[in-house]
């Protein structure tokens, strides 16, 4: 029985995890596999440390001493894809830059399949990896790119694929949900929140991509690939972080028997397919609204399936590297049955902001007579429906009012409208900024 | 490009579902299996009235006239199964008697893959179908046969295969679920709760294996085989059912922030593993305890992803139909690579009682004082440790108290022994039989 061999680049939390699962599990793989899946190699430039670090046999490391030049960590690396025995590499070391690119096209020019969690990557490089690798008929692996361990993307591919699916809801960066969530929960403002989320490793230094939806954008492009087979490119739809969710909103939320969360949204409508990452208010009756902390979900509409709802760890080093394991395991399997065509399949991504969909408008105000009358005169002059509409006085010990509109279906800008409306409307009684939330039944 | 053909017996439900997508999709089903799928024919004793039911073309259905006799139907199968050109048979007759067993084996046997949701069939079968299946290197699809639409199979099977699953908790009978749901939340009697299940179409007119657990241990027994690697039969391990479930109990259940819910459960432990199907306290941090009406969901826990919870539809025609097509696909596309090894892999069952896990004692009583401490000296003779204690009094405009005994992990025979010491140490001030369920957290 031939032996699959693989070798990860990048021995960082998710290579060391690889490394630590495909050496502790050798027998199960093969039983999954139908073949024995060897770890042959591992590059990292700090082999010492990542060996101590990990656990994993200084031996199975290229280079000596303690660190790799840069020529040397270049000259093992292509020792590593000119090693025919040498089925599959794993990327993980990150980054989108044109090196990392070109790692990934020479690994697979060089007749490798390829697994990676590196969603930036795919996000901006996608589509010429993903040719490439078509036409040298090798398979590219990302499962753990896009929500860690939840087997979201063979849920798709393999688990859904006699179904038609016709929209996505997601809870896609774990980060941002444990800041919602705390913030929600706790009332702390958007920066103790993110401050506790750095503390607990939760975000990194640079929080950037995590808290303006960048990241969350990445994964929503690969679904939508997955799904729709659209290849969109990052700016093709609308990204909206967290930045600007204030603890009021989330107490907003809360007191309308919602939460506020950063939702991947894809949906197919008459002519394509409308998406946006966007900070939505989601119905307690949704179960997306339940995940908090670093948790992911993502909930799939199937023509024929109905709702399926996946719920898992987004992150972490086993967590992820078991995802990669097993794109490893599939791989080993099914070979060049592996391969998916690259390229779109006629679906195009239409704007988001011409989606209808229920809005709530919040704010507080000073809890005066005639306001009511005022703010929904103001909207209903943009031809908005007003569903409900709710001003609570705030309980004792408490000034002020809730207000709270929930719209009919309509589309942002009539919303944008809106808010402008009862801005003008009501100046003089607004104590916070009128926000609209599109709302997630 | 070589066409892969389908045939389905038994045009009922399921099998009107599975030929409405495949005739529906041609064009996603070809790019998604690399290859045209074909439905080849369908057989079916009623087939104008299947025709006419599901708007499937007469012309697919074998035989003529309304109503096919036995010696039609068994000609017009063992044509289907003697035609070289079907590659894969689905079976959606139902049942799992010596015939249907026979039509599988036969399937099988004459070369085809099998797909099939027919979970009686798996339970009662199984062993000698997939040995059957591996020596003829065919494969056999049962996505269908576990949950529906969720896509379960797969996802453990493709999606976890870099992990090892170390529990499983489901609820997987809709029936069941529907039933305590309006128990709970209606506080129906379950005599009403079924009715009203009937009405629906939820339960069947005879609901037996919906609610004395049996459909849900046939689903219990697939997951042992795909995690666990273990061949069980049904009656290796304990099956209760929601017959003794009271409204009284789901009362309880809220009161203590809790849903009962009938639980597939599954865990690895020192030894082997433990199964069993029974109604158990979900707390409300547990995702389970929120999944209401028919919907089913699994949650898994691996050893390195941690928690997966997977929900959504676990019957219906297209919902379960997708399934079966997902099956297709697969196989149309994998081929051999899709049959896998039949048989035990050294895992066994071990008994559930001698689980030890917490349990939550329930029962009505007399608000009379003294009663705290009689109860609790009787479980604490049992060497049962209490976690916590609850004795509450009820509100206005009603009489006596809900008793709650919380311990710490036990077993199911010392939890008798304590359930037994309560009624007779405190037999006149009971209003309701004492009642444990185990309780998830």
């Not at 103790?192 to 492009?221: M, V």
């Amino acid at each position: 029985m031939k032996t699959f061999k693989v070798a990860i680049l990048g021995c960082g939390t998710v290579g060391g995890g690889v490394a630590r699962i495909i050496l502790e599990n050798a027998e199960i793989l093969k039983r999954r596999a139908g073949v024995p899946i060897e770890l042959a190699a591992i590059l990292d430039l700090f082999p010492e440390a990542a060996s101590k670090r990990h656990g994993i046999p200084r031996a199975l490391f290229k280079g000596t001493g303690n660190e790799l030049t840069p020529d040397v960590a270049t000259a093992e690396t292509g020792a590593i894809l000119s090693d025919p025995s040498i089925d599959l590499v794993v990327e993980t070391i990150g980054g989108s830059s044109d090196r990392i690119r070109d790692l990934a096209l020479s690994a697979i020019n060089a007749g490798k399949h390829l697994v990676t969690a590196n969603k930036a990557l795919l996000a901006k490089r996608g589509p010429e990896i993903f040719k490439a690798a078509y036409e040298k008929s090798r398979a590219v692996g990302f499962e753990a790119s896009v929500c860690g361990a939840i087997p979201i993307i063979k849920g798709i591919n393999e688990g859904m694929s006699g179904d038609r699916i016709v929209a996505v809801n997601g809870i896609m960066n774990g980060t941002s949900n444990y800041i919602l969530s705390r913030m929600s929960r706790e009332g702390l403002s958007f920066a103790d929140a993110l401050k506790g989320a750095q503390e607990k490793g939760y975000a990194e230094a640079d929080p950037s991509l995590d808290i303006n939806g960048g990241d969350a954008g990445h994964k929503l492009l690969i679904l939508l690939k997955i799904i729709f087979g659209i290849e969109a490119a990052i700016g093709d739809f609308p990204v909206t972080g967290i930045e600007g969710v204030s603890a009021e909103d989330t107490r907003f939320a809360r007191e309308m028997d919602a939460a506020i969360k950063l939702i991947c949204f894809a949906k197919k409508v008459e002519g394509g397919v409308c998406a946006a990452v966007r900070p939505m208010m989601v119905r307690s009756a949704n179960i997306l609204s339940d995940i908090n902390n670093a948790t992911n979900a993502v909930r799939l509409t199937g023509e024929y399936s109905q709702e399926n709802v996946l719920i898992g760890q987004g992150a972490g080093s086993l967590e992820t590297g078991s995802a990669i394991v097993s794109d490893i395991v599939f791989i080993a399997r099914y070979g060049e049955k592996a391969v998916r065509p690259h390229g779109a399949n006629g679906n195009a991504l239409v704007p988001f902001d011409d989606l209808p969909m229920p809005y709530v408008i919040v704010f507080d105000t000073e809890d005066s007579p005639g306001i009511t009358g005022l703010v929904t005169t103001a909207i209903g002059k943009e031809r908005i429906n007003i569903d409900t509409v709710s001003h609570n006085v705030r309980g004792a010990g408490q000034s002020g009012a809730v207000f709270s509109i929930a719209t009919s279906p309509c589309t942002a800008s009539q919303i944008a409208r809106a808010v402008a409306a009862i801005r003008a409307a009501a100046p003089t009684v607004l104590r916070s900024e009128p926000k609209a939330y599109p709302v997630l039944e």
